[in-house]
């Protein structure tokens, strides 16, 4: 187990109420590992893209009303194998947890992947992978293949700054159609996300065009790193989309968009 201090703290409700069916990850993981080509490593890298892996977590202070206090630690679990390699324990689902039979009391945060891929990041020096469902089919994921998903990813999705036309009255407005699928995918998103607060749906329309795009506006610090979370939304909501559909995505911190979110509610 080992010590880690948080900067934004989730609450416990909202982060675990989503927990996803992770069931197409564990079939394209089982593809993977029978036949490694990279028509099953583009599958998996887009499956995990997708999926939310359990966290067991021990948290000091204890959290008040399901909200972790600002400041407070979390002890992680951790797998160490006879070579020395440490791998940070997750799960699946709640059915594989529930294999695990450590008794000590704990929480159970839900990480997206960019969020877990971030925590090792920052922990490297700590741990080397992660290990899934140890108790089930028990597949461990090093670093170095962390990074190289991450480089997948990123080249499967490309992001280009939205720019907004000047000439307009109101270049950007509070969306007034967005379809339920694509708000849950944006929620679910920044709850699983801890380094965003939340985010503005909104709308723009696009010089040449006639009707509007929609535009998310996310609100987190000006200090993380931008294209590690819009290229995390831009999976996050790509099931969501029609064909031909695209969004928009700025952060909370630009001129414009701090202008226009002024009232309108966060979700």
């Not at 630690?73 to 324990?89: D, G, W």
């Amino acid at each position: 187990m080992e010590k880690y201090n948080i900067k934004k703290a989730p609450k416990i409700k909202e982060n675990t109420g989503y927990i996803a069916d992770n069931s197409n990850f564990i079939e394209a993981f089982r593809a993977l590992k029978a036949d490694p080509t990279d028509v099953t490593r583009v599958r998996f890298a887009a499956e995990f893209g997708k999926a939310r892996l359990l966290i067991p977590v021990v948290i000091e202070p204890e959290p008040v009303n399901d909200v972790i206090q600002p400041g407070s630690s979390f002890t992680f679990f951790m797998l160490e194998t006879a070579a020395k390699v440490k791998y940070l324990i997750t799960f699946t689902s709640v059915e594989e947890l529930n294999k695990w039979d450590n008794k000590e009391k704990k929480q159970v945060l839900s990480y997206d992947f960019d969020s877990l891929h971030r925590l090792l990041q920052e922990r490297a020096t700590i741990y080397d992978g992660i290990i899934i469902d140890p108790k089930g089919d028990n597949f461990a994921i090093k670093n170095d293949f962390m990074k190289s998903l991450t480089e997948l990813m990123n080249n499967m999705v490309t992001i280009t700054p939205e720019k907004l036309p000047t000439d307009s009255e109101t270049p950007l407005e509070e969306a007034k159609n967005v379809s339920e699928e694509l708000k849950k995918a944006v929620k679910d998103y920044c709850i699983s996300n801890r380094v965003i607060n939340g985010a503005y749906i909104m709308q723009t329309v696009r010089k040449g065009n006639s009707e509007p795009t929609i535009i998310v506006v996310l609100d987190f610090d000006a200090g993380e790193d931008m294209r590690s979370v819009f290229d995390g939304l831009a999976r996050a909501v790509r099931p969501a989309l029609k064909n031909g559909e695209s969004i928009g995505m700025m952060p909370s911190f630009d001129k414009v968009a701090a202008k226009y979110i002024k009232g309108v509610e966060m979700i």
